[in-house]
Each structure stands twice: as structure tokens, then as C-alpha cells.
């Protein structure tokens, strides 16, 4: 996860998807963008959606988010991720770092050791 600049807690690296892009062009440039890394459709793998209230918006506020796993095997395992200039720090998380991140990382962390993923 990410810590982006001036905020108090972790976020999944992404954002918003640009109106010409699709979800996968999308968490692409921004996986680079905020990591550094350089990752094809081939390294992912469709994780579901999530639909959560909004971290530090107005009450009603909610963030939708397209989940993908980036599985060993592909350019992912030529690089690790490094905080870029959008973003404070990097760290790897478990489900024991749920209160530290917004409603949409602590439900995607619950579907990550749900899958057997972490932890």
C-alpha cells in the first residue's frame, strides 16, 4: 500500500481511471505512476470490485475500485515498487495493518486473507 502525500492513512496504489482508458490501462499507468512499476495486462489478474464509503469525504461519499492481484511470474518479479513522487511511502501490509487504511483497503485486505492471499 501506499501513503500518499499529506495523508493519515494507507491506500491501494490507483486512482482514477481516464475517460479514454479501461480499468486495466488504467491501474497500468497508475501502478507506474505511484510505483514505479511497469506491468502488462499478463501480470494481472481481475480481483473483483469494491464499493466503499469514501475516506475523508463527505458523508454518502463513496469510492468504487476495481481490484487486481499482479501474480509472480511476469514483470513484477524484475522490480519492487518505490514511492514516487505522488506518494510518501511504500509498505507491505497484513490484515494486522486494517486499522491504518480507509474502508475500501481494510474490505480488500478481508477479501485478500478470505482468498488466502496474506497472512
Known sequence: MV????????????????????DVEGVIRE????TGLRLTETDLEPFGRVLEPAHGQAPGTMVAMALFLVRPGGTSDSASPVASAEVDEIEWVTSADADRC????????????AADLID
Open 3 to 22: 501513503r500518499a502525500r499529506a495523508r493519515d492513512v494507507l491506500y491501494l496504489p490507483g486512482g482514477k481511471v481516464d475517460p479514454h482508458e479501461s
Open 102 to 113: 480507509p474502508p475500501a483497503g481494510r474490505e480488500t485486505l478481508r477479501r485478500l486473507v
Open 31 to 34: 501502478a507506474f505512476e505511484e
